[in-house]
Structures are given as structure tokens and as C-alpha cells.
């Protein structure tokens, strides 16, 4: 299964991919990484690897409807099996959603529905729960609207800040993107037409996945 990865930032989720992977855990290939940032880590870690990339960014006054365009054509030339956003702090639209559907995930960094935008940690701080975690979920026209593939939780401590809280749901994200993607290049999670589940999840696996995608019949 052919991956792309869009990162903005630092790319710690890419890089956990790519260990999965390497670690014959994760059941992908990383065809491409691409970004909106030219000064983004994940890009020199793709290089690092041998991994084309690509940058398509976007500027003050720049055309969305334009910079989706280019966006979804620099995906297709990777032709990917397969869309994750890993850290990408974009909005994508219609031309991106309508060329790539149902195939493109993002890893959220709260337990959606809860927290959806910017700064899931800081949110859920905040608020004072004592309960939040990471989302990996399909992508719609939303913001973090699309359906919950796989949660993992973790305690909000009384002491965390916004830096402790998300460091406690990276670790997380880390372990819990890798297995989705895993479970789609396996076939064992289909992605269109709708998401479902092909074969019983089992064992630590169904305590990561939605539980109406999982009672769901094949
Ligand atoms: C992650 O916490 C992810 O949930 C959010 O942005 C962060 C990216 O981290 N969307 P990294 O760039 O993968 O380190």
C-alpha cells in the first residue's frame, strides 16, 4: 500500500510511522511526504530516507481554491493507496476530498468529538478534564468532523500543562496511527465505500477501535 504523509511541523508521527514500517509492523510503504512548509522537519527526515517529497505552500493572499488544485495534483503524482495527515495544519476542500475519497486520515490530538481545531492539549486543559487521548479518524469538509476510526486515551495529571499534557498523547498518537494504517494496508479495516471493519478485531486492538465500526457485520 502506497502512503503519503502530509506533515506541516516537526514530523515525530511520520517518523513513527516510518519505524513501524521498519520494524515490519505497519503494513505500507511511504511513497511520498509532502507539506506546506518548506521549512518542515518531517521534509529533511523524508530526505534523510530517501522518500521524495514535495511543498506546495500556501501564502497570505494566496488562492485556496487554487492551492487545493496544486495540492491534489502533487498528491496524484505519488499515487497513493492511502492519504495521512500527520501534524498537517491545513483545511483541505472539495478538490482534494472530492480526487482522494474516504482514503485520507488525520491523527487529532484529543478525543474527538471533543477539542476539534487548534491545540487539542491546551483545550483540554482548559476545560479540566481528567480524561483526554488522540483520534485517528477519516477526513471530511470539516474540522475533525470526519468518522472515528481508533481513540487511546490517557490521564490529564493535576500538574500537566499544555507541553506534558501532548507530549502523554503523542506517545500514543505514536502507537495508534501506525496500527490503523497497518490495519488498512492488511485489509483488515476498509475505507470506502464506508469504513468497516473486515475480520474481528481481537485482544489490545478492539480497546483502540470505535466500537459501532467494530460490531459492524462484513
Ligand atoms: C500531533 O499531535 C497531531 O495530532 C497534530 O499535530 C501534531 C503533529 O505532531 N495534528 P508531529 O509533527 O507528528 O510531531
Redesign the pocket.
Known amino acids: 500500500m502506497d502512503l503519503v504523509v502530509l506533515?506541516s511541523?516537526?514530523?515525530?508521527?511520520?517518523r513513527a510511522i516510518a519505524a513501524a514500517i521498519d520494524a515490519g509492523e505497519c503494513a505500507a510503504r511511504i511513497a511520498g511526504v509532502v507539506s506546506d512548509r518548506s521549512s518542515a522537519e518531517?521534509l529533511d527526515f523524508a530526505a534523510a530516507r530517501g522518500v521524495p517529497t514535495a511543498v506546495v505552500p500556501l501564502r497570505k493572499g494566496d488562492d485556496r481554491q487554487q492551492w487545493n488544485i496544486a495540492l491534489a495534483d502533487a498528491l496524484a503524482d505519488f499515487e497513493p493507496d492511502l492519504i495521512v495527515f500527520?501534524?498537517f495544519m491545513r483545511v483541505v476542500g472539495p478538490p482534494i476530498l472530492a480526487r482522494f475519497p474516504g482514503i485520507i486520515l488525520n491523527?487529532?490530538?484529543a478525543l474527538l468529538p471533543s477539542f476539534p481545531g487548534v491545540d487539542g492539549a491546551q483545550q483540554a486543559i482548559d476545560a479540566r478534564v481528567r480524561i483526554s487521548g488522540?483520534t485517528v479518524h477519516v477526513v471530511d469538509e470539516g474540522v475533525d468532523t470526519g468518522p472515528i476510526l481508533a481513540q487511546a486515551a490517557v490521564p490529564v495529571l493535576p500538574d500537566d500543562d499544555r507541553d506534558s499534557l501532548?507530549h502523554r498523547?503523542?506517545v500514543q498518537?505514536h502507537r495508534l496511527l501506525p496500527r490503523v494504517i497497518h490495519w488498512v494496508g492488511t485489509g483488515a479495516l476498509e475505507l470506502r465505500p464506508r469504513p468497516r471493519f473486515t475480520v474481528p478485531v481481537s485482544g489490545s486492538d478492539a480497546r483502540l477501535v470505535f466500537p459501532r465500526l467494530a460490531d459492524e457485520a462484513p
Not at 511541523?9 to 511520520?14: D, E, K, T
Open positions: 506533515a511541523g516537526h514530523g515525530s508521527n511520520l518531517a500527520a501534524g491523527v487529532h490530538p488522540c501532548h498523547i503523542q498518537e
